[in-house]
């Protein structure tokens, strides 16, 4: 087994165990909620949520459809986000996204 492989496998594991479900256009997924932060920042008219959370998902799972861009939406858990940074190594058969508040 290649390491594409075991980590693809071993991912698995963790989706079956702690996974969370999401939805990216019209694609159910099951990701990897690995970071979460929840401040406030000052806008107009006071203080507003600001949320930070990495997510992992298996880069198969978008089946046939282009993986998410910069800027797009994506509901994690039944919340909506902004997708701020979208991470993907060529050889890693998994994708990182950092999501923050739709607001941004």
Do not use: C
């Not at 282009?66 to 701020?84: C, M, N």
């Not at 940074?85 to 060529?90: G, K, L, Q």
Request: glycine share 4%; no cysteine.
């Amino acid at each position: 087994m290649d390491l594409a492989a075991e980590i693809l496998a071993d991912f698995q594991n963790l989706l079956t165990e702690h996974g969370v479900k999401a939805r990216w256009k019209s694609i159910d997924l099951l990701v990897l909620v690995s970071r979460v932060r929840n401040e406030q920042q000052i806008d107009m008219g006071g203080f507003v949520e600001a949320p930070d959370l990495s997510m992992r998902v298996v880069k198969r799972a978008f089946q046939s459809a282009t993986l998410p861009k910069f800027g797009e939406r994506i509901e994690v858990d039944g919340t909506a986000y902004r997708i701020s940074n979208v991470s993907a190594h060529t050889r890693s058969p998994i994708l990182n996204l950092s999501l923050t508040t739709t607001d941004e």
